[in-house]
C-alpha cells in the first residue's frame, strides 16, 4: 500500500491553478487485501506507462526478479522520478498480476488506476 501512495504522489500530473488529489482505497476481502488508487496522469505518458505495465503484469517471479535487478544496476537513478522500482515492486510483493485502467479526463489528462490485490496468510 506505502509503495502505491508513493507511486501516487510522486508521478501525478500537476494542473496549475486547481487542486488535483491522488485517492487510495483499502479494502479487506476474505482472502487478500484489496488496493485501489488513482491519480491523473499526462495522456502523453499514457502508452509509456501502459507497455512497462504490461510488462510487469505478464512476467513471473523470476522474471520480475532479474528486472528488478536490473532496474537497480543501472548506471544512473533519477532522483525526482526514483529508481523505476515501484511497481516491480509492487507486483512481486503481491504476488498477482496488476490490474489496472486509464480514463481520459480531456485532451491532456487521463486518471490512471491501478488495482491490487494482496493475499491473507492465513496460516
Sequence with gaps: MVE?????????ARVEG??????VKLEKGIHEYRVTCGNLILNSHVA????????ISNSDKEQLREMY??????????TKDGAGLGFITI?????????YK???V??????????????IDND
Design 69 to 78: 535487478k536490473e532496474q537497480i544496476n543501472q548506471d544512473f537513478i533519477l
Design 18 to 23: 486547481k487542486s488535483v488529489f491522488p485517492y
Design 106 to 119: 480531456n485532451e491532456q489528462l487521463s486518471i490512471f488506476e491501478l488495482k491490487v490485490n494482496i493475499p
Design 4 to 12: 502505491c501512495i508513493e507511486n501516487m504522489l510522486r508521478h501525478r
Design 102 to 104: 486509464f480514463i481520459a
Design 91 to 99: 507486483a512481486q510483493k503481491s504476488n498477482t498480476p496488476l490490474s
Design 48 to 55: 509509456v506507462l501502459e507497455e512497462k505495465l504490461k510488462k
